[in-house]
Structures are given as structure tokens and as C-alpha cells.
């Protein structure tokens, strides 16, 4: 009994090596393949007829496309190898203290593991299930968190993937490390007066370590037709990064996607802010979008960013752009449409000098604020689609929520 501890370390730690150098094959398998596939072939005929070169060019192009999603798998296949958590066993009387506290609030609790990973965070796995003959209500994962923080005198909250509700059949359950700031948002946004639907998209969402993931998507043109591809782009956008795959990576998969439409009328633009909360930093990766704003007090920074948009981007990619942030600092999204036509043709500027003297308001209210004097600077007149997208952090005090 006294080597158990020893001997499940050694067994995760050849079972986690094990995964990886499966993953590691399959990688080298997929960067093999788009060896091939890019690949130039010689044409055995010297002069091929019209029809025939154009397709031809038609598929080497889908061959070239081909060959860097396969590399980007082979790279999302090794990053995931390379990652590495360290699973600890609580001590006996820890766990049994653990154990009881939940039994005495109606939850059973097996298989409790601390998880440490390989940025240093912590985390607490284990299966959980509601005890129904002494069941006093259902339990929600958040319930479960802060009784967890109490036993354990270590702040958690509960993960993304959890379930809501704890019921009887165990389920595994992983609570996380608190972050240090709390966030809020707010949003404006304006139609082109002559449609009904604006082009432009959004979303805020978690996921990962980044904390909070702020996506803005502008389509080209207006109306419907731009609606559908922005919402495509914010949609790829959340569900790759809510996968785990990095923005980085991401960016290059939506534009391989857009480039595969094979139109220069549908191209679509990207702007993606990430918001790592436990460390207080954020990072901009942009392809054909307006210019971002960081608001440190009266200080206010503009970002610039990759000029062409996903589909046009080609072999470039863009270059994320980090900057640290602290407790009341904003960061300030928009589309083209809101610095666009301003009479001394000076938008970005006078938007800039309008930030640096709003201070102690909401994200909602320096969203709305924004959009009205954009407005009022063409006379009332809406001719593109206008969105602002705001987000202010704040250090996290006992009893603070998200926004």
C-alpha cells in the first residue's frame, strides 16, 4: 500500500506517453500526406486546350489547400502531444474529509484528483453524483464549486464542460483555479439604412485558457448575403476555439475554408480578441479588420492589424498582437463602418481622442456613446453597417461575478 501512490504516478505517466506518441504518428502521417499533395506536377502536354488548363489550375489550387489543412492538423496533432498535466492523489485524510463534507451536502464523490497542468494552474477532478435518499434539492456544478473552495481553501469555479446539474448517475466534473479578474461587456450596433439586416456578426464567449474570447466579423457588402458569411466566420471561430485548437491555428483554417470558396465576393473579415484573466493580458489576431483600442485610464492605444481578409490572406498569416492589461482597462472592437466617412477623414483619431475622456462607464454605456457619435458625424446618416464591441476587466473582489 505504501508504493500506490508511486505506482499510479508511473501508470499515468506511461499512459499519457503512450497517447502522445500515437498522436505523434498520426501527425507525422498527416505532414507526409501534404508532402504529397504540394507537391508540383509536370503537364505532359505542351499546349493543353483552355478548358483543360483552367481545370487543371482549378485543382492544383484545391491541392494546395488540401496540403495546408493537412499540415495544420499535423501541428494541432503535435502541440497535443506536447502538452502535459501531472495528475496528484489527495492524502488519505484530505480526501476522506473531502468526501464526507460532499456526502453531508448530498453529493457522493469518487476518483478526487488535483490536476496540475503544464501552465502551473490547477485543477480538481472528480466524479460526482447526487445522493438521492438524503438529496436536499438538485445540485449545480456551481454549488459544487463553492463547497469544494470551502473544503478545500483553494478558490475554484466550476469548467465550461460540466454540466449544470449534478444528478445521480456520476458524472466527471473538473473545477478550475479562479481567475483574477472579473469582466463585463457591452455592444452598439447600427444597419446600413438601406437594408434590414446588418453584415456585420459577433460573439463573446469562454474558452480555454483565454478566459473571455471576443470575435467580430464584418461581411463583405451588406445585407443578407454578408450576414451569412460573417456569421459562418463567428461561428467557425467559436467552435474552434471552444475545441481547444489555438486562435493562431484557427485563423489559418477559416481562411484555407474561405480561400476554398473559390469567389472574391465572399471575403469576409475577422477580428479576434482573447483575454487571459488569470494573467491580465489579451492578445489581437486580425485579418482585413478595423482597428482595435486598449484604454488603459486616459491612455488609449490603437491596433492595427493584416490589412486582407480571410479567404485573400494567402501564405500570410497574422501576427498576434499582446498587450498586458490591469484592473479597469477596456478593449474597444469595431467594424470599418464606424470610423468610415467622418469629414476630416479622421476617424480612427477623433475615436481615439473620444475614448481617452470616457472614464467611470460601462462597456454598454462607451459602446453606445461611440456609435452616436459616429452617427452624428454623418448627419444622421447610416450608410454601413456600424458595430462596437466593449469589454472592461476589473480585479476580482470577494463576491463579484461575470458579465
Same mark, same amino acid.
Given at each position: 500500500m505504501k508504493n500506490r501512490g508511486s505506482a499510479d504516478t508511473v501508470q499515468s505517466?506511461?499512459?499519457?506517453?503512450?497517447?502522445?506518441?500515437?498522436? &505523434?504518428?498520426?501527425?507525422d502521417t498527416f505532414q507526409n500526406l501534404a508532402q504529397i499533395f504540394s507537391e508540383e506536377r509536370e503537364d505532359e502536354e505542351?499546349?493543353?486546350?483552355?478548358?483543360?488548363?483552367?481545370?487543371? +489550375?482549378?485543382?492544383?489550387? @484545391?491541392r494546395r489547400l488540401f496540403a495546408e489543412n493537412l499540415k495544420e492538423m499535423a501541428e494541432l496533432m503535435n502541440r497535443t502531444s506536447q502538452e502535459s *498535466?501531472?495528475?496528484?492523489? #489527495?492524502?488519505?485524510?484530505?480526501?476522506?474529509?473531502? *468526501?464526507?463534507?460532499?456526502?453531508?451536502?448530498?453529493?457522493?464523490?469518487?476518483d478526487v484528483y488535483l490536476v496540475q497542468r503544464g501552465n502551473g494552474r490547477m485543477e480538481l477532478s472528480l466524479l460526482l453524483s447526487a445522493r438521492q435518499a438524503r438529496s436536499r434539492g438538485t445540485r449545480t456544478a456551481q454549488e459544487a464549486a463553492d463547497l469544494l473552495s470551502v473544503i478545500l481553501d483553494m478558490r475554484l469555479v466550476p469548467s465550461g464542460q460540466n454540466p449544470f446539474f449534478i444528478g445521480t448517475e456520476p458524472v466527471c466534473c473538473f473545477f478550475e483555479e479562479e481567475p483574477a479578474y472579473v469582466w463585463l461587456t457591452g455592444t452598439a450596433?447600427? *444597419? &446600413? @439604412?438601406?437594408?434590414?439586416?446588418?453584415?456585420?456578426?459577433? =460573439?463573446?464567449?469562454?474558452?480555454?485558457?483565454?478566459? #473571455?474570447v471576443l470575435a467580430l466579423s464584418d461581411g463583405m457588402g451588406s445585407g443578407e448575403a454578408a450576414c451569412r458569411d460573417s456569421e459562418a466566420v *463567428?461561428?467557425? =471561430?467559436?467552435?474552434?476555439? @471552444?475545441?481547444?485548437?489555438?486562435?493562431?491555428?484557427?485563423?489559418?483554417?477559416?481562411?484555407?475554408?474561405? =480561400?476554398?470558396?473559390?469567389?472574391?465576393?465572399?471575403?469576409?473579415?475577422?477580428?479576434?480578441?482573447?483575454?487571459?484573466?488569470? @494573467?491580465?493580458e489579451c492578445t489581437f489576431?486580425?485579418?482585413?479588420?478595423?482597428?482595435?483600442?486598449? +484604454?488603459?485610464?486616459?491612455?488609449?492605444?490603437?491596433?492595427?492589424?493584416?490589412?486582407?481578409?480571410?479567404?485573400?490572406?494567402?501564405?500570410s498569416?497574422?501576427?498576434?498582437?499582446?498587450?498586458? #492589461?490591469?484592473?479597469?482597462?477596456?478593449?474597444? #472592437?469595431m467594424t470599418d463602418g464606424m470610423a468610415e466617412s467622418w469629414p476630416d477623414g479622421e476617424g480612427e483619431k477623433r475615436l481615439e481622442t473620444l475614448l481617452s475622456g470616457m472614464n467611470g462607464i460601462s462597456p454598454s454605456e462607451m459602446a453606445g456613446l461611440l456609435l452616436r457619435a459616429a452617427i452624428?458625424?454623418?448627419?444622421?446618416?447610416?450608410r454601413d453597417d456600424m458595430t462596437v464591441l466593449c469589454a472592461g476587466i476589473w480585479e476580482k473582489k470577494d463576491g463579484d461575478g461575470e458579465g
Open positions: 505517466e506511461y499512459l499519457l506517453e503512450y497517447g502522445r506518441r500515437k498522436i &505523434r504518428v498520426c501527425a505542351q499546349q493543353p486546350e483552355r478548358a483543360f488548363f483552367y481545370l487543371k +489550375k482549378s485543382l492544383e489550387r @484545391e *498535466v501531472r495528475f496528484l492523489r #489527495l492524502g488519505k485524510r484530505r480526501k476522506r474529509q473531502l *468526501v464526507r463534507a460532499l456526502a453531508g451536502e448530498g453529493l457522493n464523490a469518487e450596433r447600427a *444597419v &446600413r @439604412e438601406t437594408e434590414t439586416v446588418s453584415g456585420d456578426n459577433f =460573439a463573446f464567449f469562454e474558452a480555454g485558457d483565454a478566459g #473571455l *463567428v461561428d467557425m =471561430a467559436e467552435n474552434m476555439l @471552444e475545441a481547444g485548437i489555438d486562435a493562431q491555428m484557427a485563423v489559418r483554417l477559416m481562411n484555407s475554408a474561405m =480561400a476554398g470558396e473559390g469567389s472574391m465576393e465572399c471575403l469576409p473579415t475577422l477580428d479576434l480578441c482573447t483575454l487571459d484573466l488569470h @494573467e491580465g489576431l486580425k485579418a482585413g479588420a478595423a482597428a482595435s483600442f486598449v +484604454k488603459h485610464g486616459s491612455v488609449v492605444e490603437r491596433i492595427g492589424g493584416a490589412s486582407l481578409p480571410l479567404g485573400a490572406l494567402g501564405e498569416r497574422p501576427q498576434p498582437v499582446k498587450r498586458d #492589461l490591469s484592473d479597469g482597462d477596456y478593449i474597444i #472592437l452624428e458625424q454623418r448627419g444622421g446618416r447610416i
